[in-house]
């Protein structure tokens, strides 16, 4: 059983349309992290959210955390190729060791 | 770039050998956690080395074991290798306390088991 579900499993589009993905969890998480991981590539850390209702910005890209801390949403505003790859997100916990668990992850095409 | 190594990059390996995976943490970090990513999923949580100790183990079997070492540098060992343990094997390291949730990734392993 996923913790953490992602949605939609997999998603093409064409340059310049804009998308959402969608991370969802029975848990509360104390933080929740989008990671992008290219082909033959470990995941690259783009985000941590950690406040119920927060909402972050990276240029192109709009992270927002659930109220209840039990879902998340990423926004890409006119895609770019560049953005091709597979985006995972992760929940944790504080105190002690972090160690999070991952979701299956969303793998975005962009074609030009 | 992140500054975390792994070897090697590619391996082949046959049912019942065993294997080591390196995995050299970037600069100031203390804390190395270990991943197995299948095809198709996200990295599922291996165990984490803290100042040369375990701190803190996923759901695998004993045969998966780990060591690290004073520079912080650290070894998954697997034996009695498996079909099913085919998958990309990740590393992260991190610095343990404040900022531990941001974990910076090698580009991993890929193993084969035939």
């Known amino acids: 059983t996923q913790l953490l579900e992602q949605s939609p499993q997999f998603l093409s589009i064409q340059e310049g349309e804009n998308l959402t993905v969608y991370c969802n969890s029975s848990?509360?998480?104390?933080?929740l992290q989008w990671y992008r991981q290219e082909p033959g590539e470990g995941p690259v850390l783009l985000v941590t959210?950690?406040?119920?209702?927060e909402v972050k910005k990276l240029k192109r890209l709009t992270f927002q955390f659930g109220d209840a801390r039990k879902d998340s949403s990423l926004h890409i505003t006119a895609a770019q190729p560049g953005d091709t790859g597979l985006y995972l997100c992760?929940?944790?916990?504080?105190?002690?060791?972090?160690?999070?668990?991952f979701g299956r992850g969303t793998s975005l095409i962009v074609h030009p | 770039e992140t500054g975390v190594t792994q070897s090697p990059t590619h391996l082949i390996k046959t049912r019942g050998q065993q294997v080591t995976l390196r995995c050299s943490s970037q600069?100031?970090?203390?804390?190395v956690s270990w991943y197995q990513q299948a095809l198709g999923q996200g990295p599922q949580f291996i165990f984490q080395?803290?100042?040369?100790?375990?701190?803190g183990r996923g759901n695998f079997p004993p045969r998966f074991s780990g060591l690290q070492f004073p520079n912080y540098s650290s070894e998954l060992n697997v034996n009695a290798l498996e079909l099913d343990d085919s998958a990309l094997y990740l590393c992260?390291?991190?610095?343990?306390?404040?900022?531990?949730?941001?974990?910076?990734f090698g580009p991993g392993t890929r193993l084969l088991v035939l």
């Open positions: 600069s100031g970090h203390n804390t």
């Open positions: 848990s509360v998480f104390s933080s």
């Open positions: 992760a929940g944790g916990y504080g105190g002690g060791s972090y160690i999070p668990t």
């Open positions: 959210v950690v406040t119920g209702g």
């Open positions: 992260a390291s991190s610095l343990f306390g404040r900022e531990q949730e941001t974990q910076y």
């Open positions: 080395y803290y100042r040369e100790e375990e701190n």
